[in-house]
C-alpha cells in the first residue's frame, strides 16, 4: 500500500508524534486525545451570505458547496429576490458546515441592527457580504454593525467573468490591469461609503480556479480557530495542488491520534474487541478522506458538469483509491493482509524505544502499528487519485 515516500512520510509523523507526547503518562495523552477527536466531530461551522437582490450569493453559496446552479439540493437562483428568510444548506459531504443564503439587503430603508437581529445573527460564524458591480451604502452599515459585534465579514465581488469578457473585447484589453481596475473601483465605492481599511475578494462562482477564490478559502481558513479550520479545509472544493497538499496536511494530522484511540482499545483485553473497533475506525476515516478529495460520486458528478466533461472521465482517473460509497467493513478486512501486517513492522520498530516510556502493552501497539500504516498509505494513494481527477479536470 505505501512506496517509499510514504514510508518516509510515517517515519516523519512518529518523530512529530513522539515529540508532541513527550514523557506523558499514556492515559493522559489518550484522554486528551479521545476529548480533542470527539470536539472535532461535534464542532459545527456557519457561514452566512448577504447582499442585494441579483448580486449572486445563491450561486456563490453553491460553490461552496460544490454543487452547480440548478442542481436538485441547490440555493434558488435569480435576479429578482429569491430569499425570504435566512436558508440553510448543508455542505453535502460535510453537513457539520452549513451555508446561510440570507434575504436581500437593497431596501432604502434598510436597518442592519434590525436585520442582523431578523436573521438570527448570533447563529452564524462570519458573514460573505456580496456585490456584482458595487458596493453600497447598506453592505457598509452592515459590516459596521458586524464589526461592533466582534465577529468577522468579507466582502466578496461576483460574476468578475462575466466583466472580464466584456472587457475583453476592447482594444488593448490587459487581464492584469483590468482585474485591479475592478479592484479598485470596489475599494473606492467602499471607502466613499465609510468602509474602514476594506478588502475585498473578486470572484467567478462558475470558475473557481480563477481570480481570489483560493485566497479567500485561506483567508477564512486562516482567521478560524483549532478546531473549526480542519472542517472548512476538508469541505471547501480543491482546484490546485496546493488546496490538495492543505486538505492531505489537515487529514494527516489525525492520524496518530486515530491510531492512538486503536491503542487503548486494543490493550483491553477482550477477545475480537479490538478488530470490531479498528475496522469501523478505519472506515469512517478512510471515507472521509476520499469525500474530502471528492472522490465519491456525488462530487464527481457536479465536477464534470462545473467542467463540462463525462464523469466517465474524471472517473477514469482514480487507480489505486476505492470511491467512498464502496468503502466498507469488508474492504477493510481485505487490506488488512500479511503484507499490510509485515510493513507494519515498521512502525513498531520506529516506536520500539518510545513503547516502555508510555506503558503500552502489546496487544495495543499492535493495533496502533496496523491503523497508522493503513491510514497513511490509503491517505497517500487518494492524494494521487485526487490529483489525477484534478489534471482530467483541467485538460
Keep these: 500500500m505505501a512506496s517509499t515516500s510514504s514510508n518516509e512520510s510515517i517515519k516523519e509523523g512518529l518523530a512529530e508524534m513522539k515529540s508532541t507526547l513527550g514523557q506523558k503518562k499514556f492515559q493522559d495523552v489518550l484522554a486528551n486525545v479521545d476529548k480533542e477527536l470527539k470536539l472535532l466531530k461535534n464542532t459545527t461551522l456557519d457561514i452566512a451570505f448577504t447582499g442585494v437582490s441579483g448580486a449572486g450569493k445563491s450561486s456563490l453559496v453553491n460553490a461552496f458547496r460544490n454543487i452547480p446552479d440548478h442542481e436538485k439540493g441547490a440555493a434558488k437562483t435569480g435576479v429578482k429576490e429569491t430569499t425570504q428568510n435566512p436558508e440553510k444548506y448543508p455542505h453535502p459531504q460535510f453537513p457539520e458546515l452549513t451555508l446561510w443564503d440570507l434575504p436581500g439587503i437593497g431596501t432604502r430603508a434598510f436597518k442592519p441592527k434590525e436585520y442582523l437581529e431578523k436573521v438570527n445573527f ?29 465577529k468577522r465579514f468579507y466582502f466578496v465581488r461576483t460574476k468578475v467573468d462575466q466583466a472580464m469578457e466584456a472587457e475583453r473585447r476592447k482594444p488593448g484589453f490587459s487581464e492584469t490591469q483590468t ?13 466613499e461609503e465609510g468602509a474602514v481599511d476594506p478588502r475585498v475578494f473578486l470572484i467567478s462562482s462558475w470558475h473557481l480556479n480563477m481570480y481570489d477564490f483560493s485566497l479567500l478559502q485561506k483567508t477564512l481558513a486562516d482567521d478560524l480557530n483549532d478546531l473549526k479550520r480542519p472542517l472548512l479545509i476538508m469541505a471547501m472544493p480543491a482546484f490546485s495542488r496546493e488546496h490538495l497538499q492543505e486538505k492531505k496536511a489537515a487529514m494527516e494530522s489525525l492520524i496518530w491520534k486515530k491510531a492512538l484511540l486503536s491503542c487503548g482499545v486494543g490493550a483491553i483485553p477482550i477477545p475480537g474487541l479490538s478488530l470490531i473497533f479498528d475496522i469501523a475506525l478505519l472506515v469512517d476515516t478512510m471515507k472521509d478522506f476520499c469525500k474530502a478529495f471528492g472522490l465519491d460520486e456525488d462530487s464527481l458528478h457536479n465536477l464534470a458538469k462545473r467542467v463540462g466533461k463525462p464523469i466517465s472521465v ?5 487507480k489505486k483509491s476505492p470511491m467512498a460509497n464502496k468503502i ?31 506503558g503500552i502493552v502489546v496487544g495495543g501497539v499492535n493495533s496502533f502499528a496496523t491503523t497508522f500504516y493503513m491510514l497513511k498509505g490509503f491517505l497517500q494513494d487518494a492524494m494521487e487519485d485526487a490529483e489525477n481527477v484534478l489534471a482530467k479536470a483541467t485538460e
Design 122 to 150: 448570533s447563529r452564524y460564524d462570519f458573514f460573505i457580504i456580496v456585490a456584482s458591480e458595487r458596493f453600497t451604502e447598506n453592505d457598509t452599515l452592515l459590516a459596521s454593525e458586524i464589526r461592533k459585534m466582534k
Design 314 to 318: 474524471l472517473r477514469s482517473a482514480i
Design 179 to 191: 482585474l485591479e481596475e475592478i479592484r479598485q473601483y470596489c475599494l473606492c465605492n467602499l471607502r
Design 328 to 358: 466498507n467493513p469488508e474492504l477493510v478486512r481485505s487490506l488488512m493482509t500479511t503484507s499490510v501486517v509485515v510493513a507494519s513492522a515498521m512502525v513498531l520498530e520506529e516506536l520500539a524505544d518510545f513503547i516502555p516510556v508510555l
